[in-house]
């Protein structure tokens, strides 16, 4: 009897392909593992096998499999059939949705790059014969293809060596080894608890007659701690007493001064033990009863909490109660930045049961992550995770929370598949029979419209933790302040006002520009040229750091011009500001205070995020410039001003969402102010104060905006009451690219009719030397999505078949965002 399996091969095929096992490897052989198959005349792939059977292919003929590369599953049933679902719900292939949830390592190809981890010596190792031959040829040589390992091998299946020498640690393939980065641990001094009373002071003082040096340390101290309520940094005490590290040193031998690490400490010196148990207000008590209660009916529940109201508390007590039924639970955000500060209240709460997965975490990590989630053993309980963390294996998921469920960033936009996190996350959570819940201060308009109609359920959460007060927002006229000559640069009268206070007070301030470089635009004021980038229709980003004009999109950059490429003039001005401009504008007015940035340019690298939030946190940084990157649900104690630099730049984008996302980016950036005692403020300056999303903004009013945006939605034919599919088409060839957009356009609207928009030009019409053009697809409620995929299907075969439009890449957008 003959026996076949379905591979799933990582490429972007639209079906599975078919190979002939025996029948001893169908014994061996489970839906799940990975095979090592040939692939057109000389090609091995590692594909993942999604079924057994006894049917051969009818158009070709089955050829026989490499190798079985493992011992057993790698991939669970539930994958599979998640796989599947993303597949035809996003209409990419399965084999696009496959790169996407295996760590690359798994993956490996002909094509694949070995190298040699650093720090190892085989002879720690016991090596078969081919895996030191493997090693000696990476010693030799750093890099190598997995053909050439063949050919050093002479053999065609090197496949199963390589595999057991990755499980080693001996090799790396396909992947940047990432440095590790060390957290930075600042010294502090403190005195202790015995000392601190003024009678033990003075005994202090008494003791320290005879050591004049020491005596002179411990007055510093004094000193340092009277001017600020900072804690108090071994360097500056030093600094102060013009004294050597020595006579620290004596002074903690003795016991008279304590020293401590601030990293290792960093959540217990706001005076918070570590957390063990939850202390909740009644309005969270409130919030988390009503969510078993839907729980218990299977329904989706959104938790609709404002800033700071501790929706992360609610989240961390039905994480433990899930825990406690012996299931896993995945907690998904929208930013890498925002686990560095998660983690730690994780961890605090659940030990080494806390995983982390991301994509600036090396391959190793990840592949470490996969297996614990595998094995469901004691580590893999609860994973911490962006978008990718849903294509974990998981067996026994009983959880899924998604905080921050608005934001954009849960949408995957390239490659393939582009799927939706948050809505992947819901089918995913229907297939365990699991719970869950999306967190949200500003829900988005589709989520907050399904709870309306009952499609999920809806939980209000209205009071901060504490009952602090919501931040005092005020609107800035700059219009006004142009005109009555009250601005200094970027920065009218106001916010400096409330900037100095705020520094006064010993309190941070953050400021929020959404954009990053010095300036977007440079001109010429005799003849108005900006120089453009060539590959990309945009001006360039003038970036100071650097003295660099540099283009956002495919990373050209060119040395800042002295004059005008166009005219020779040397008037140029820069017109427009990012966050390095506001960044250096703060230094001169503010010189004695140490300012930040968080933006792209700064984060790069798995640990940048980590290395700017513990900065803040530790107040080493007393004002933080950034992008959205600080809008999104960070919890910094001591901020009581935030700054918006300019809300208009937010509201005039062309993009049927603009409006509800500046809503929601000024209102999370609102929330970082004043999260404890005292009531934060937010400054807003606009050249148009009176905007209505300003407006609604400044009074908090989420209802007003849902109500507005859902009638234009309405009457316009946009989500929540149409669902979309855009195309977008890209080549090289301007006019290719025109007629293709043409003929996919009149093909799809014979059908379709009026609900096709387009073709169009998007904002940016070309990107590194390609075109693009966009078709938009407006699906009515009560048409079916099935359907209409499946005549998009044969509209695209038809397309794929001219042989003109074979350059033309079309890429299928199911919900963009």
Known sequence: MSYFIDVILPLPLDKRFTYSIEAQEARHLQEGMRVAVPFGKSKIYSGVVAAIHENPPEVYEAKPISQILDEAPLVTAHQLKFWKWIADYYMCSEGDVLRAALPGAFLLESESIVQLLKEVSPEDHELSDEEYMVVEALQRQSVLKIQEVSQVLEKKNVLPVLNSLVEKELIALNQEIYEQYKPKKIRYVRLPSKFSAEAGMHTLLDELEKAPKQREIVLNFFSLKAQSSKPVKAKNLLKKSNSSAAILKSLLDKGFLEEYYLETDRFNYTGDSPETKLNFSEHQQQALEEIKTYFQKDEVCLLHGITSSGKT????????????????????????????????????????????????????????VYRHVLENDNKGKVVIGARSAIFLPFSNLGLIVIDEEHEGTFKQFDPAPRYHARDAAVVLANFFKSNIILGSATPSLESYFNAQHNKYSLVELNRRYGNVLLPEIEIVDIKKKHKKKQMTGHFSDRLLEEIKEALKEEEQVILFQNRRGFSPILECNTCGHSPQCPNCDVSLTFHHHNNQLRCHYCGYHIAMQQKCMACGSPDITTKGFGTEQIETELKSLFPDHKTGRMDQDTTRGKYGYEKIINAFEQQEIDILVGTQMLTKGLDFRHVSLVGIMNADNLLNFPDFRAHERSFQLMLQVAGRAGRTKKRGKVLIQS????????????????????????????????PPYYRLIRFTLKSRDFSKTNDAADWLAKSLSNIFRENILGPEFP?????????????????????????????????????????????IKVVLNVDPV
Request: charged share 25%; glycine share 4%.
């Open 763 to 807: 904002p940016i019409a070309r990107i590194r030397n390609e075109y693009y053009k966009n078709i938009l697809l407006k699906i009515p409620q009560q048409q079916s999505l099935g359907k209409t995929k499946t005549v998009v299907h044969k509209i695209m075969t038809s397309f794929r078949a001219i042989g003109a439009f074979r350059s």
């Open 313 to 368: 508390e609610i989240y961390i007590r039905l994480i433990q109660e899930t825990l406690e039924k012996g299931r896993q639970a995945l907690y998904l955000l929208p930013e890498i930045a925002l686990t560095a500060q998660l983690i730690q209240r994780l961890q605090n709460y659940f030990g080494e049961q806390v995983l982390i997965y991301h994509s600036k975490y090396s391959m190793n990590e990840r592949v470490e």
């Open 687 to 718: 050249y148009n104060p009176y905007h209505q999303i300003i407006q609604q903004v400044s009074t908090n009013d989420y209802a007003g905006m849902y109500k507005d945006q859902l009638e234009e939605r309405y009457n316009y034919k946009y």
